[in-house]
T-cell receptor, first 113, second 113 residues
Framework: EAQVTQNPRYLITVTGKKLTVTCSQN?????MSWYRQDPGLGLRQIYY???????DKGDVPEGYKVSRKEKRNFPLILESPSPNQTSLYFC????????????FGEGSRLTVL | QKEVEQDPGPLSVPEGAIVSLNCTYS??????FMWYRQYSRKGPELLMY????GNKEDGRFTAQVDKSSKYISLFIRDSQPSDSATYLC?????????????FGQGTILTVHP
């Protein structure tokens, strides 16, 4: 089954404790991206990757890091989480066509205390 | 000013009604226009995609783009309770910028029997 898998789905952590949210896709997609979703703000792009070793900032990259060492994986790293990073996070992938048709994961709800 | 504005609603309609969802945007570089549907506790999924100005129909759904007014719409005919979800418009300039996808805030729609 074609899918984008995120882990963990739910996480409560404390300020400053480094964490990684993993994302893996099994569709051989070139393009992957991370979004955060907050009430009233919709989906905002954090980082995206056009292919292995190629990443670029989205609209809200501050406080986040990413890496793309393999085509299927695109982890999101929070080096020193803060309460304003409490959010619902989505990973997405696509073949990289201009239509931007994205396949989304189920989401990871992160709470930073 | 946000690049994409979408009325968050919520919108509540009776079954069988015609629903109109809208987004306005400010960046004239946007060329590709999409509508995503997001059910509760799920990731968004692509509903409709259009390129440049014009209409596109798919069953009960019609997407409309007016680039001169920077205005896009999604119409749902004969709405069903299963259409209850959050609808998000998404826009991209395509070309070398296709990695950047800008979403509206999302409109929460409830169709009651």
């Amino acid at each position: 089954e074609a899918q984008v898998t995120q882990n963990p789905r739910y996480l409560i952590t404390v300020t400053g404790k480094k964490l990684t949210v993993t994302c893996s896709q099994n569709m051989n997609h070139e393009y992957m991206s991370w979004y955060r979703q907050d009430p009233g703000l919709g989906l905002r792009q954090i980082y995206y990757s056009m292919n292995v070793e190629v990443t670029d900032k989205g609209d809200v990259p501050e406080g986040y890091k990413v890496s793309r060492k393999e085509k299927r994986n695109f982890p999101l790293i929070l080096e020193s989480p803060s309460p304003n990073q409490t959010s619902l996070y989505f990973c997405a992938s696509s073949r990289g066509t201009p239509t931007g048709e994205l396949f989304f994961g189920e989401g990871s709800r992160l709470t930073v205390l | 000013q946000k690049e994409v504005e979408q009325d968050p609603g919520p919108l509540s309609v009776p079954e069988g009604a015609i629903v109109s969802l809208n987004c306005t945007y400010s960046n004239s570089a946007f060329q590709y226009f999409m509508w995503y549907r997001q059910y509760s506790r799920k990731g968004p999924e692509l509903l409709m995609y259009t390129y440049s100005s014009g209409n596109k129909e798919d069953g009960r759904f019609t997407a409309q783009v007016d680039k001169s007014s920077k205005y896009i719409s999604l119409f749902i005919r004969d709405s069903q309770p299963s259409d209850s979800a959050t609808y998000l418009c998404a826009l991209t300039a395509g070309g070398t910028s296709y990695g950047k996808l800008t979403f509206g805030q999302g409109t929460i729609l409830t169709v009651h029997p």
